[in-house]
């Protein structure tokens, strides 16, 4: 009997804090994007709640090497930090990266996925949403402390984060200025004052997507549609070569 030749999906990999870990919960902007992608590529979600640019810098060589996945396979890299870098030193000194630091930091990251196959072409950095800070307050009333992120702040940190991409020729998606752009109110797409709402995960996934699709344009479905199946004889059409195999 002849050996059968396994299926590889191409790979799309979220790398960030809580706001892509809790990506792929209901109506989340992971789970859209991954929707989109069915039969033609994984979406793998590496979100790490409440983690900085700082933590994401040293973990990232395990998350992503050449002996855990095929790195030459991955379609795209999202890198999205910053949410917990801005945090005001002297209110949460535990989460807080200087803003001189996270820029070096995204540097970093991306320096190295290019050591692994990555190249800047298939990194997309995001920068934090704004911060409704009247939101936010009451949480961190409610966890006994007081407020610890300023909107203001956070747009210094997404603007470091554009400037990033603009020197290390990846694409960025601007979502604190585009949330705000032209004076709209963005409270409704955020559930807590931080984290995004059902409103914002989809206006995550549709301006991410914009960046996405021409990275993963060329992919083709994994597997003949079923009703290209030669019912009489499937296996000449489930086990020829499909272009996406090893």
């Known amino acids: 009997m002849s050996s059968v030749k396994s299926i590889v999906w191409p790979k799309v990999i979220l790398y960030g804090d809580s706001i892509t870990q809790f990506s792929f919960e209901h109506f989340g902007w992971g789970s859209a994007i991954s929707s989109r992608l069915a039969r033609k590529c994984d979406v793998i979600n590496r979100g790490l709640s409440g983690y900085n640019s700082e933590w994401a810098k040293i973990i990232l060589p395990r998350v992503i090497n050449q002996e855990n996945m095929d790195t030459q396979n991955i379609a795209a890299v999202t890198i ?15 989460q807080h990266i200087p803003i001189e630091e996270y820029a070096l930091n995204l540097k970093s990251m991306v320096q190295y996925l290019k050591t692994v196959s990555i190249p800047e072409e298939k990194v ?10 009247a939101a936010w ?34 694409e960025v998606l601007d979502l604190w200025t585009l949330m705000q ?39 083709p479905l994994i597997l003949p549609y079923w009703a290209d199946v030669d019912p009489l004889s499937p296996e000449t059409s489930l086990l020829k070569d499909s272009g996406q195999e090893k």
């Open 80 to 94: 999205f930090f910053g949410a917990n870098d801005c945090a005001l030193k002297e209110k949460n000194p535990q």
């Open 124 to 133: 997309i950095l995001i920068t934090s949403p704004p911060l409704d800070e």
């Open 137 to 170: 307050e009451k949480e961190c009333i409610v966890k006994g402390c007081a407020l610890n992120r300023l909107n203001a702040v956070a747009g210094q940190y997404a603007q470091a984060c554009v400037q990033v991409a603009a020197e290390c020729g990846t």
């Open 181 to 219: 752009k032209n004076g709209q109110e963005f409270s409704s797409y955020l559930s807590d004052g931080l984290h995004l709402s059902d409103k914002g995960n989809e206006f995550v996934a549709l301006h991410l997507w914009r960046l996405l699709e021409k990275r993963v344009a060329s992919l």
